[in-house]
């Protein structure tokens, strides 16, 4: 059984920075490709980041680019997001995913391309 674990949300004001973590667990636990992605109220789940596990390549979505870093420690079975120059658009619940059989090389940004998934964690950014 593998299980993914997010870490790090709160509340923070407009312009302050957080770091999500998500921590895997599970024996079977193998990644290809991980990725983080969010829902705010009332609003579809979208994309956010993927990071090839092997190899660190990284994708972003167009509204965090140069503010939101993923990053992975692959000893620790564990996916970071560094937010800086948070905003209140960027309120949302956050997750993280992992896909265990792509290895081409193109990003996975779609939810179904992910096979796990964590029970998230939430971000607020007050004005």
């Known amino acids: 059984q593998v299980q993914l674990v997010e870490s790090g949300g709160g509340l923070v004001q407009a312009g302050g920075s957080l770091r999500l973590s998500c921590a895997a667990f599970?024996?079977?636990?193998?990644?290809?490709?991980m990725g983080w992605f969010r829902q705010a109220p009332g609003k579809e789940r979208e994309f956010v980041a993927t990071?090839?596990?092997?190899?660190?390549?990284?994708y972003y979505a167009d509204f965090v680019k140069g503010r939101f870093s993923i990053s992975r420690d692959i000893a620790k079975n564990s996916l970071y997001l560094q937010m800086n120059e948070l905003t209140p658009e960027d309120s949302a619940h956050y997750y993280c995913?992992?896909?265990?059989?792509?290895?081409?090389?193109?990003?996975?940004?779609?939810?179904?391309?992910?096979?796990?998934w964590g029970q998230g964690t939430h971000v607020t950014v007050s004005s």
């Open positions: 599970g024996r079977t636990f193998r990644a290809t490709n």
């Open positions: 995913a992992a896909d265990r059989e792509y290895s081409g090389g193109g990003y996975r940004t779609l939810q179904w391309q992910y096979d796990y």
């Open positions: 990071i090839k596990w092997s190899g660190s390549m990284a």
